[in-house]
């Protein structure tokens, strides 16, 4: 119990002796000294306190010219987004964030969205067969445009027949770069010139597709007949019937009837001419010997007509 009673006294002692004092006083200049490099030297030199720079104006430049703007300024640069504007140069910068013209510190990141290269590939819609207003507003609602609207001669006036792009014959369900401008075929009605009718019975079917574009009338719908002895792929019938001196309406429909079983795809076996989209119906009683066969109706293609009008929509 003695030693225990001795501690308190002897610690009265040393709180209020000099060495104690001493000690106290080195502890707080220490203290003050780590204060005074810390925030008023390490922490300045750190965050580079009181310096600024002024962020330069690098949209609608390319991303390249950016970055080397940007170094210049001591400012460093991350590509947070690309996106496809038709009306931009691709790769160029479309905005910037902090903007431009704005204060921050030598080093700050600055984020770019980037137009993109090369434009998203789209589907063409179904766009044949429907109204040229149609067509629009389906071409406009998957990122295509209408370059022109050209008319020809067909019995349905103002129907979209077929499209093309860049001068090539495009379907729905081809891909095309976004905002990529088609230009459409669409019927005028039926020419008032007369065309005498091409005997295309024996012939291939391209082949005979070629006499209809060459003589300025329209293929209508396609029937295949898998029982026919003929070779695949040959015309076995057609209607209107060839007769030597007949003639018909300029743009007018010819059903073909062809050799062999009907293909999965179509348009891809008739190496797709034109819509992919069938016509109407013609009479079904005509040559009655054939109603006992296994004929089959799918969509045809349609053919160019030779004198096609340009019209601007």
Same mark, same amino acid.
């Given at each position: 119990m003695s030693g225990k009673s001795l501690i308190l006294p002897r610690m009265l002692k040393y709180l209020k002796s000099r060495e104690f004092w001493l000690t106290l006083l080195g502890l707080v200049v220490l203290a003050g000294l780590i204060f005074a490099v810390v925030f008023y030297w390490f922490l300045p030199s750190y965050t580079r306190h009181g310096e600024s720079v002024?962020?330069?104006e690098v949209t609608e430049v390319s991303l390249d010219e950016a970055i080397g703007i940007l170094e210049e300024k001591d400012l460093r640069h991350e590509v947070a987004d690309s996106i496809f504007i038709?009306?931009?140069?691709?790769?160029?910068?479309?905005?910037?964030?902090?903007?431009?013209?704005?204060?921050?510190?030598?080093?700050?990141?600055?984020?770019?969205?980037?137009?993109?290269?090369? #434009?998203?590939? &789209?589907?063409? *819609?179904?766009?044949?067969?429907? $109204?040229?207003?149609?067509?629009?507003? =389906?071409?406009? @609602?998957?990122?295509?445009?209408?370059?022109?609207?050209?008319?020809?001669?067909?019995?349905?006036?103002?129907?979209?027949?077929?499209?093309?792009?860049?001068?090539?014959?495009?379907?729905?369900?081809?891909?095309?770069?976004?905002?990529?401008?088609?230009?459409?075929?669409?019927?005028?009605?039926?020419?008032?010139?007369?065309?005498?009718? #091409?005997?295309? &019975?024996?012939? *291939?079917?391209?082949?005979?597709? $070629?006499?209809?574009?060459?003589?300025? =009338?329209?293929? @209508?719908?396609?029937?295949?007949?898998?029982?026919?002895?003929?070779?695949?792929g040959t015309v076995i019938r057609q209607n209107p019937s060839y007769i030597p001196g007949d003639s018909t309406n300029l743009g007018t429909s010819m059903t073909l009837f062809?050799?062999?079983?009907?293909?999965?795809?179509?348009?891809e076996y008739m190496d797709f001419e034109g819509d992919g989209e069938g016509e109407e119906e013609e009479n079904e009683n005509e040559n009655e010997e054939d109603n006992d066969r296994s004929v089959r109706s799918v969509p045809a293609p349609r053919s160019v007509p030779s004198d096609t009008s340009s019209d601007s929509e």
């Open positions: 002024i962020v330069p038709s009306n931009l140069p691709p790769g160029s910068v479309i905005s910037q964030d902090p903007s431009g013209m704005s204060k921050v510190k030598p080093g700050r990141r600055i984020y770019l969205t980037v137009n993109k290269l090369v #434009p998203p590939k &789209v589907r063409i *819609p179904e766009i044949y067969n429907v $109204s040229t207003y149609q067509a629009k507003l =389906l071409l406009e @609602g998957a990122g295509l445009k209408i370059k022109r609207i050209e008319y020809i001669p067909d019995e349905f006036k103002n129907l979209v027949r077929y499209g093309e792009f860049e001068g090539k014959r495009v379907k729905p369900g081809d891909t095309l770069p976004k905002f990529s401008e088609l230009v459409l075929y669409a019927g005028r009605g039926l020419g008032s010139q007369r065309v005498g009718i #091409p005997d295309l &019975v024996g012939l *291939p079917y391209q082949e005979a597709i $070629s006499n209809l574009h060459r003589v300025g =009338l329209n293929v @209508g719908p396609i029937r295949f007949n898998p029982e026919a002895p003929e070779p695949v062809i050799a062999g079983p009907e293909p999965e795809d179509p348009i």
